[in-house]
Protein backbone atom coordinates (compact mmCIF):
# COMPACT_ATOMS: atom_id res chain seq x y z
CA UNK A 1 0.00 0.00 0.00
CA UNK A 2 1.44 3.20 -0.99
CA UNK A 3 1.83 6.47 1.74
CA UNK A 4 -1.34 8.12 -0.04
CA UNK A 5 -3.52 5.13 0.45
CA UNK A 6 -2.32 5.50 3.90
CA UNK A 7 -3.48 8.62 4.81
CA UNK A 8 -6.54 9.12 7.20
CA UNK A 9 -5.85 5.66 8.35
CA UNK A 10 -6.10 4.95 12.02
CA UNK A 11 -3.46 3.03 13.61
CA UNK A 12 -4.65 0.88 16.60
CA UNK A 13 -7.77 2.98 16.90
CA UNK A 14 -6.17 5.40 18.16
CA UNK A 15 -3.79 7.50 15.92
CA UNK A 16 -5.12 9.34 12.67
CA UNK A 17 -2.56 9.21 9.96
CA UNK A 18 -2.40 13.14 8.65
CA UNK A 19 0.70 13.63 6.26
CA UNK A 20 4.09 11.50 5.71
CA UNK A 21 6.79 13.35 6.73
CA UNK A 22 9.87 11.16 5.08
CA UNK A 23 10.84 7.92 5.02
CA UNK A 24 13.28 6.51 6.98
CA UNK A 25 15.97 4.15 7.11
CA UNK A 26 13.86 1.33 9.78
CA UNK A 27 10.39 2.70 8.57
CA UNK A 28 8.74 5.79 7.43
CA UNK A 29 7.37 8.77 9.89
CA UNK A 30 3.86 10.14 9.88
CA UNK A 31 2.51 13.65 11.15
CA UNK A 32 -0.72 12.16 13.03
CA UNK A 33 -3.13 13.56 15.07
CA UNK A 34 -4.39 11.44 18.80
CA UNK A 35 -7.94 11.04 18.48
CA UNK A 36 -8.43 11.01 22.27
CA UNK A 37 -7.63 14.64 22.49
CA UNK A 38 -6.48 15.97 19.10
CA UNK A 39 -3.28 16.07 20.00
CA UNK A 40 -0.26 16.21 17.28
CA UNK A 41 2.01 13.40 17.65
CA UNK A 42 4.80 11.79 15.17
CA UNK A 43 3.67 8.01 14.10
CA UNK A 44 6.28 5.89 13.28
CA UNK A 45 5.45 2.84 11.10
CA UNK A 46 8.36 0.27 10.99
CA UNK A 47 9.44 -2.11 8.12
CA UNK A 48 8.05 -5.41 8.45
CA UNK A 49 11.43 -6.85 7.60
CA UNK A 50 13.17 -5.64 9.99
CA UNK A 51 11.50 -8.03 12.55
CA UNK A 52 12.13 -11.92 10.63
CA UNK A 53 10.68 -13.37 14.30
CA UNK A 54 8.70 -12.85 17.54
CA UNK A 55 11.90 -12.86 19.46
CA UNK A 56 12.36 -9.51 17.65
CA UNK A 57 9.01 -8.23 18.42
CA UNK A 58 9.19 -9.06 21.70
CA UNK A 59 12.43 -7.33 22.52
CA UNK A 60 10.93 -4.36 20.40
CA UNK A 61 8.28 -4.17 23.33
CA UNK A 62 10.79 -4.50 25.99
CA UNK A 63 12.97 -1.70 24.80
CA UNK A 64 10.19 0.67 23.71
CA UNK A 65 8.52 0.24 27.19
CA UNK A 66 12.07 0.86 28.89
CA UNK A 67 12.65 4.20 26.25
CA UNK A 68 9.10 5.28 27.36
CA UNK A 69 10.65 5.45 30.88
CA UNK A 70 13.41 7.87 29.71
CA UNK A 71 12.67 11.47 30.72
CA UNK A 72 15.29 14.13 29.23
CA UNK A 73 14.41 17.22 28.13
CA UNK A 74 17.04 16.49 24.77
CA UNK A 75 15.01 13.44 24.17
CA UNK A 76 12.05 13.05 21.93
CA UNK A 77 9.15 11.30 24.24
CA UNK A 78 8.31 7.85 23.20
CA UNK A 79 4.59 8.39 24.22
CA UNK A 80 3.07 4.84 22.53
CA UNK A 81 3.89 1.35 20.50
CA UNK A 82 2.12 -1.27 19.44
CA UNK A 83 2.15 -3.63 16.47
CA UNK A 84 -0.58 -3.86 13.47
CA UNK A 85 -3.17 -6.47 12.83
CA UNK A 86 -0.17 -7.02 9.99
CA UNK A 87 2.47 -7.92 12.58
CA UNK A 88 4.52 -4.42 11.74
CA UNK A 89 5.58 -2.54 14.87
CA UNK A 90 4.63 1.19 15.46
CA UNK A 91 5.92 3.74 18.28
CA UNK A 92 4.44 6.75 18.72
CA UNK A 93 6.50 10.21 19.84
CA UNK A 94 5.97 14.14 20.73
CA UNK A 95 5.93 16.19 18.04
CA UNK A 96 8.24 18.86 17.40
CA UNK A 97 8.56 21.52 14.62
CA UNK A 98 12.03 22.44 14.20
CA UNK A 99 15.14 21.89 11.29
CA UNK A 100 17.13 18.84 11.04
CA UNK A 101 21.14 19.02 11.75
CA UNK A 102 22.06 17.95 8.94
CA UNK A 103 20.94 21.24 7.18
CA UNK A 104 22.97 23.38 9.40
CA UNK A 105 25.58 21.62 8.76
CA UNK A 106 25.15 21.38 5.14
CA UNK A 107 24.93 25.61 5.02
CA UNK A 108 28.11 25.75 6.65
CA UNK A 109 26.91 27.74 9.48
CA UNK A 110 27.66 26.64 12.72
CA UNK A 111 30.44 28.20 14.75
CA UNK A 112 32.68 26.89 17.18
CA UNK A 113 30.62 27.74 20.05
CA UNK A 114 27.43 26.69 18.59
CA UNK A 115 29.27 23.11 17.59
CA UNK A 116 29.99 23.12 21.32
CA UNK A 117 26.72 23.57 22.71
CA UNK A 118 24.87 21.20 20.29
CA UNK A 119 27.41 18.73 21.38
CA UNK A 120 26.91 19.24 25.31
CA UNK A 121 23.23 18.58 24.56
CA UNK A 122 23.70 15.32 22.35
CA UNK A 123 26.20 14.80 25.78
CA UNK A 124 23.81 15.04 28.35
CA UNK A 125 21.15 12.89 26.61
CA UNK A 126 23.19 9.77 26.08
CA UNK A 127 24.78 9.75 29.42
CA UNK A 128 20.43 9.70 30.53
CA UNK A 129 20.25 6.99 28.11
CA UNK A 130 23.59 5.12 28.90
CA UNK A 131 22.87 5.35 32.75
CA UNK A 132 19.53 3.18 31.79
CA UNK A 133 21.12 0.65 29.74
CA UNK A 134 20.18 2.12 26.25
CA UNK A 135 22.31 2.31 23.30
CA UNK A 136 21.51 4.60 20.20
CA UNK A 137 24.17 2.96 17.78
CA UNK A 138 22.56 5.07 14.90
CA UNK A 139 23.59 8.94 16.05
CA UNK A 140 23.97 10.75 12.58
CA UNK A 141 22.73 14.53 11.57
CA UNK A 142 19.08 12.89 10.58
CA UNK A 143 18.85 11.75 13.79
CA UNK A 144 19.31 15.33 15.72
CA UNK A 145 16.61 17.73 15.62
CA UNK A 146 16.98 21.52 16.55
CA UNK A 147 14.40 23.66 17.71
CA UNK A 148 13.95 27.36 18.89
CA UNK A 149 12.76 27.41 22.19
CA UNK A 150 12.91 30.64 24.43
CA UNK A 151 15.83 32.29 22.90
CA UNK A 152 17.79 29.06 22.00
CA UNK A 153 17.77 28.45 18.32
CA UNK A 154 19.87 25.27 19.52
CA UNK A 155 17.72 22.93 21.60
CA UNK A 156 18.35 19.52 21.02
CA UNK A 157 16.20 16.94 20.79
CA UNK A 158 17.75 13.33 19.91
CA UNK A 159 15.46 10.98 17.71
CA UNK A 160 15.55 7.24 16.92
CA UNK A 161 16.52 5.77 20.01
CA UNK A 162 16.37 2.26 20.40
CA UNK A 163 15.15 1.73 16.52
CA UNK A 164 18.50 0.73 15.74
CA UNK A 165 18.21 -2.44 17.62
CA UNK A 166 15.43 -4.02 15.98
CA UNK A 167 16.87 -6.51 13.66
CA UNK A 168 20.17 -7.56 16.03
CA UNK A 169 19.71 -11.83 16.17
CA UNK A 170 23.05 -11.84 17.66
CA UNK A 171 21.49 -9.92 21.26
CA UNK A 172 20.99 -11.83 23.93
CA UNK A 173 17.18 -11.82 24.41
CA UNK A 174 17.27 -10.68 27.65
CA UNK A 175 16.11 -6.67 27.29
CA UNK A 176 17.82 -3.70 26.92
CA UNK A 177 22.24 -3.78 27.78
CA UNK A 178 24.38 -1.23 27.93
CA UNK A 179 26.92 -3.41 26.58
CA UNK A 180 25.87 -5.73 23.21
CA UNK A 181 27.42 -7.39 20.03
CA UNK A 182 26.37 -5.41 17.55
CA UNK A 183 24.96 -6.27 13.60
CA UNK A 184 26.02 -3.03 11.67
CA UNK A 185 22.52 -1.28 11.16
CA UNK A 186 24.05 2.41 10.78
CA UNK A 187 25.53 4.28 8.29
CA UNK A 188 29.33 3.78 8.41
CA UNK A 189 30.35 7.13 8.55
CA UNK A 190 29.76 7.23 11.59
CA UNK A 191 30.32 3.94 13.17
CA UNK A 192 32.95 3.19 15.64
CA UNK A 193 35.96 0.46 14.63
CA UNK A 194 34.49 -1.85 17.02
CA UNK A 195 30.80 -1.04 15.82
CA UNK A 196 32.70 -1.78 11.88
CA UNK A 197 33.70 -5.14 13.17
CA UNK A 198 30.72 -6.41 14.77
CA UNK A 199 32.34 -6.56 18.30
CA UNK A 200 31.09 -5.91 21.81
CA UNK A 201 29.78 -2.31 22.06
CA UNK A 202 28.89 0.15 24.44
CA UNK A 203 28.20 3.20 25.52
CA UNK A 204 31.46 4.46 24.07
CA UNK A 205 30.41 3.23 20.78
CA UNK A 206 28.00 6.51 20.89
CA UNK A 207 30.42 8.50 21.99
CA UNK A 208 32.70 8.18 18.96
CA UNK A 209 29.20 8.81 16.69
CA UNK A 210 29.17 12.25 18.45
CA UNK A 211 32.86 13.01 17.98
CA UNK A 212 31.99 12.19 14.25
CA UNK A 213 28.91 14.40 14.43
CA UNK A 214 31.32 17.61 15.87
CA UNK A 215 33.99 16.67 13.51
CA UNK A 216 31.35 17.18 10.70
CA UNK A 217 29.80 20.15 12.29
CA UNK A 218 32.86 22.00 12.13
CA UNK A 219 34.19 21.02 8.81
CA UNK A 220 31.13 20.12 6.91
CA UNK A 221 31.97 16.40 6.22
CA UNK A 222 32.51 13.08 8.38
CA UNK A 223 36.23 12.50 8.79
CA UNK A 224 35.85 9.54 6.62
CA UNK A 225 33.97 9.55 3.50
CA UNK A 226 33.91 7.18 -0.01
CA UNK A 227 32.29 4.20 -0.93
CA UNK A 228 31.51 1.81 2.33
CA UNK A 229 34.13 -0.62 2.22
CA UNK A 230 37.00 2.29 2.25
CA UNK A 231 35.25 4.05 5.12
CA UNK A 232 35.29 1.24 6.77
CA UNK A 233 38.51 0.20 6.97
CA UNK A 234 39.22 3.91 7.42
CA UNK A 235 37.38 3.70 10.76
CA UNK A 236 39.66 0.99 11.75
CA UNK A 237 43.03 1.80 10.75
CA UNK A 238 43.13 5.40 9.84
CA UNK A 239 43.79 8.28 12.13
CA UNK A 240 41.80 11.71 11.63
CA UNK A 241 43.34 14.86 10.46
CA UNK A 242 42.42 17.95 12.83
CA UNK A 243 39.27 19.20 12.59
CA UNK A 244 41.08 22.49 12.44
CA UNK A 245 43.06 21.59 9.51
CA UNK A 246 39.88 21.01 7.04
CA UNK A 247 37.61 23.75 8.48
CA UNK A 248 37.08 26.64 6.07
CA UNK A 249 34.34 28.43 7.61
CA UNK A 250 35.64 28.68 11.32
CA UNK A 251 38.57 28.77 13.13
CA UNK A 252 39.02 25.66 15.70
CA UNK A 253 40.71 26.07 18.98
CA UNK A 254 43.13 23.43 20.37
CA UNK A 255 40.73 22.31 22.73
CA UNK A 256 37.88 22.01 20.30
CA UNK A 257 40.57 19.77 17.95
CA UNK A 258 41.72 17.73 21.55
CA UNK A 259 37.81 16.78 22.53
CA UNK A 260 36.81 15.78 19.02
CA UNK A 261 39.66 13.60 18.40
CA UNK A 262 39.41 12.17 21.84
CA UNK A 263 36.08 10.52 20.99
CA UNK A 264 37.34 9.40 17.92
CA UNK A 265 39.85 7.51 19.75
CA UNK A 266 40.24 3.75 17.90
CA UNK A 267 40.45 2.27 21.07
CA UNK A 268 37.40 2.58 23.56
CA UNK A 269 39.59 3.08 26.66
CA UNK A 270 40.94 5.82 25.25
CA UNK A 271 37.62 8.16 24.57
CA UNK A 272 36.15 9.78 27.56
CA UNK A 273 33.91 7.30 29.48
CA UNK A 274 30.64 9.40 29.72
CA UNK A 275 28.56 11.57 28.11
CA UNK A 276 28.47 13.60 31.07
CA UNK A 277 32.36 14.11 30.62
CA UNK A 278 32.33 15.48 27.59
CA UNK A 279 29.22 17.85 28.43
CA UNK A 280 31.25 19.10 31.23
CA UNK A 281 34.48 19.81 29.15
CA UNK A 282 32.46 21.49 26.27
CA UNK A 283 30.18 23.68 28.68
CA UNK A 284 33.82 24.81 30.26
CA UNK A 285 34.98 26.23 27.03
CA UNK A 286 31.36 27.89 26.29
CA UNK A 287 28.97 25.37 25.13
Known sequence: ???????????????????????????????????????????????????????????????????????????????????????????????????????????????????????????????????RGVIHRGLEPEAVLLLEVAGDRDLVKVLDFGLSNVDDSDIADDGPQLTQVGE????????????????VIDARTDLYALGILMFEMLTGQPPFVGRALSVMQKQVEEDPFPPSELAAEVEVPEWMDAVVLSLLAKNPDERPQSGADVARVLRQHGG
Open 184 to 199: RLGRFEYMAPEYVEEQ
Open 1 to 131: MGNEELVGGVVAGKYRLDEHLRPGRFGDFWRGTRLSDKAKVVVKLLKLENFSNDKAIQRFERETKVLSSLDHPNLLRVLDNGVTVGGAPWVVTELHTGRMLSDDIAELDLSVERVAHIGAQIADVLAHAHS
